[in-house]
């Protein structure tokens, strides 16, 4: 009777695992959840409307009235229009290097079109450029510009002059444009190999009076909340909108729904931070700010100027803004120029990079532009640590396998010390049953002389259990390392596994793609995650079996329940766990050589098992 009880509880136990794991995906690992139904949607930011972008004192260029949203833009409809139709409509200047290319829109002098050549959205070889600046009015519309708050100063509709004919690494452009009143206002854009753009801004005060001015700098994007592409949502793991630092330390607070007055954002939700619907000011130390997606980003960085205002805001029609400005406007006598620095960020988040940029520029936390997380502290050493195999030996798969060669290595002494404790188990259990059956109507004496048996025989039950724990973080990290890192993205490994921060595509549910089915991401198994489920299969068998027949089920039915689990997560973590499993087979094969008298309990124990079950079978047949 106890045995169908048992058996009827692993069953709704693996129901409730199977039928509320696709629950729990959605709401903590919505990037994983989705990668099988639209993996590359993730690849391009932003969405597909355009709107008013909110009005404020600090950006008045963006604001309603001087019609900035209005480019390429029906007012009425909100309606998107083609890209080569809108970069058409206005003169720019080519961009260059040798890894973005693009244009400046000299009418409002904004950095608007930029295509990043290193990164295609799929994995075909010859996909489209990852784009991620694209102008007012057209689908995935993201922009920066540099300008001044004040009286008779440039906006949007101001059509700027270029003293070269094409911005690159090596030839920097100035734009310039003056009023009526005798100031010209200037805008020097300097760009580097990679992915930072300097912008210096002057006004020459050639007039007969002093005037006031509020230097400011913004990134403004649109996002549709109620389409958000697959992968690019925010959850516990991994954090997707407005990021900057502020008073020395990275803030993840602030999420598109919060900002747009809709539900709270996931972390005001769940650990009740402070940021509010519509805007958000931050005056302390703000050292950057801008717009994160998975893999790319768009931030811009005051360079010597600790008199700022940072603010994230939202306006109409899914419009969000992130933006810099002086606490105070400046005064600027006649015949006095005032200047101001600001650096722009937009490329991908590439940890070497960020973290060169954060040294050479004093560029503070930088690098948290990529939500690490808890372990931040083991996650890039690891990061560093595959991508040295990677450059080693060409290939990310091997070269996780290399890492996984390695932390068994690290871990093997603690493997040794957990065979010895389980054989301390094993010698110790039959003095167990003892205490068990003297005092199995007293739970509590039972507890106390086991315990005792414990320390006279100087036994750790929990040491078993320490390289389980041990490996938590090393899971995690590396989960983290292969969803976040721009570096292992569209990375291949062999045979059908063409991109390992994707999951398994291989799936016998549709005979390996034979039948035209797409089945949802708990259902689609792949070759990887049934190779980690026989693996840990096998490595079980080889453990010890329980005394409790119920969590000896329970560990039968685990490697199973774990394929289904595993399924929608990337390849790599399935290859890491697979060639784990197999280490550990060997490991254990290796120690039960060292420990025979763990083998001989092993094999005393399964004998038992065996011959209580035909004593039971018989005692039924009568």
């Not at 592409?229 to 959850?235: D, L, Q």
């Not at 900057?244 to 900002?259: H, I, P, W």
């Not at 060669?405 to 094993?426: E, L, T, W, Y």
């Not at 490996?471 to 590396?478: E, H, K, N, T």
Request: charged content about 20%; hydrophobic content about 40%.
């Amino acid at each position: 009777m106890d045995d169908k009880r048992n058996i009827i509880m692993a069953v709704l136990l693996t129901g409730i695992i199977l039928f509320g794991w696709p629950v729990l995906m959605e709401t903590f690992f919505p990037d994983m959840a989705n990668k099988n139904e639209a993996v590359e949607q993730a690849n391009n930011p932003g969405n597909d409307q355009v709107g008013d972008a909110p009005t404020d004192d600090m950006a008045p260029t963006v604001s309603t009235a001087d019609g900035s949203a209005a480019i390429g833009t029906d007012a009425a409809t909100g309606t998107v229009r083609k890209l080569p139709v809108v970069l058409a409509e206005t003169p720019r200047l080519p961009i260059e290097t040798p890894r973005v290319k693009g244009s400046i829109n000299l009418q409002g002098a904004r950095l608007d079109d930029l295509t990043l050549t290193d990164h295609r959205t799929e994995l075909a070889k010859d996909s489209p450029p990852v784009r991620l600046l694209a102008p007012s009015g057209t689908k995935n519309a993201y922009f920066s510009r540099f300008g001044w708050a004040g009286e008779d100063v440039p906006d949007d509709k101001t059509l700027w002059t270029a003293d070269k004919e094409k911005l690159t690494p090596d030839s920097p452009v100035t734009l310039r444009w003056s009023n009526d009143s005798g100031q010209t206002f200037a805008i020097t854009l300097s760009i580097d190999e990679d992915y930072l753009i300097t912008a210096e801004q002057s006004v020459t005060n050639r007039g007969d009076n002093a005037i006031a001015l509020k230097p400011y700098s913004l990134i403004n994007r649109t996002r549709d909340l109620a389409n958000v592409p697959p992968g690019e949502a925010s959850s516990w793991t991994i954090h997707v909108g407005p990021v900057g630092v502020f008073d020395g330390a990275a803030n993840y607070d602030v999420d598109y729904e919060n900002l747009a007055g809709e539900e709270p954002g996931f972390f005001t939700s769940m650990f009740g931070t402070t940021a509010t619907a519509g805007t958000n000011s931050f005056s302390n130390d703000v050292s950057w700010l801008g717009f994160s997606d998975k893999y790319w980003l768009g931030a811009i960085i005051p360079v010597n100027n600790p008199n700022v205002t940072g603010k994230f805001r939202s306006g109409a029609n899914n419009v969000f803004q992130a933006e810099f400005a002086r606490d105070n406007a400046q005064i600027i006598p006649p015949g006095k120029v005032l200047k101001t620095t600001t650096r722009l960020f937009a490329g991908a988040k590439e940890t070497a990079l960020l973290d060169t940029y954060k040294e050479q520029y004093n560029i503070t936390l930088l690098d948290r532009a990529i939500d690490w997380g808890w372990f931040y502290w083991f996650e890039k050493p690891l990061f560093y640590l595959l991508n040295w195999l990677f450059q080693l030996v060409g290939n990310f798969g091997v070269a996780i396998i290399l890492m996984t060669f390695i932390v068994r290595g690290i871990m093997f002494p603690i493997a040794q010390k957990q065979f010895a404790s389980m054989a301390q188990m094993r010698a110790v259990q039959p003095k167990m049953k003892k205490i068990q059956e003297k005092y199995k109507d007293d739970k509590q004496k039972q507890q106390q002389e086991i315990m005792k048996l414990y320390k006279d025989e100087k036994v750790n039950p929990l040491a078993g259990c320490l390289p389980i724990f041990l490996q938590i973080p090393i899971f995690f990290a590396l989960y983290k390392v292969l969803m976040l890192s721009i570096e292992m993205r569209h990375q291949p490994f062999a045979l059908w596994i063409k991109d390992l921060s994707a999951p398994d595509p291989m799936t016998p549910v549709n005979l390996f793609g034979l039948i035209p089915f797409d089945p949802p991401s708990f259902l689609a198994v792949g070759i990887l995650p049934i190779l980690m489920g026989i693996t840990m299969h096998f490595q079980f068998k080889l453990n010890p079996q329980q005394m409790d027949p119920m969590q000896q089920q329970i560990f039968g039915l685990m490697p199973w329940i774990l394929v289904f689990i595993m399924a929608p997560f990337a390849a790599g973590l399935q290859l890491y766990w697979t060639v784990s499993n197999v280490l550990t087979i060997a490991q254990q094969k290796w120690l039960y050589s060292r420990h025979p008298q763990l083998k001989e309990q092993i094999a005393k124990d399964a004998e038992e098992k065996a011959k209580k079950a035909e004593e039971e079978k018989s005692a039924e047949a009568n």
